[in-house]
């Protein structure tokens, strides 16, 4: 199994995937049409069909991916001290926001 997840791990290197999403423009991603169009559309649909589970989480991975660009997260780690004060609410958060999209996904019945 660890030489899956090895081979996994030199093809998302090789391919500089991180680097990639490190690199992404967030400003004009959020004026590019060719984003807008479909992700306005999908929300649409999803809308349409009165699927609220599925919009809620979009909306968490929106949000888990815009607070990972802010200062605060920025600031999570000065030189190589890591702050601790400042990483529990993150902790906290992250597990309080991973509970509820599991009890979304495997709690209720629809």
């Known amino acids: 199994m660890g030489d899956f997840f090895?081979?996994?791990?030199?093809?998302?290197?090789?391919?500089?995937?991180?680097?990639?999403?490190?690199?992404?423009?967030?400003?004009?991603?959020?004026?590019?049409p060719w984003f807008l169009v479909p992700f306005i559309l999908l929300a649409g649909y999803l809308l349409y069909k009165q699927a609220f589970r599925d919009l809620i989480i979009i909306a968490a991975f929106v949000g888990v991916w815009w607070v990972s660009g802010t200062d605060y997260m920025a600031t999570l780690v000065v030189g190589d001290t890591l702050q601790i004060n400042k990483i529990l609410p993150i902790v906290f958060g992250g597990a309080a926001l991973l509970g509820f999209l599991i009890y979304l996904l495997f709690g209720r019945s629809d």
């Open 6 to 32: 090895s081979k996994i791990w030199t093809l998302l290197e090789s391919t500089q995937v991180r680097e990639q999403v490190a690199a992404v423009d967030y400003i004009a991603l959020s004026s590019n």
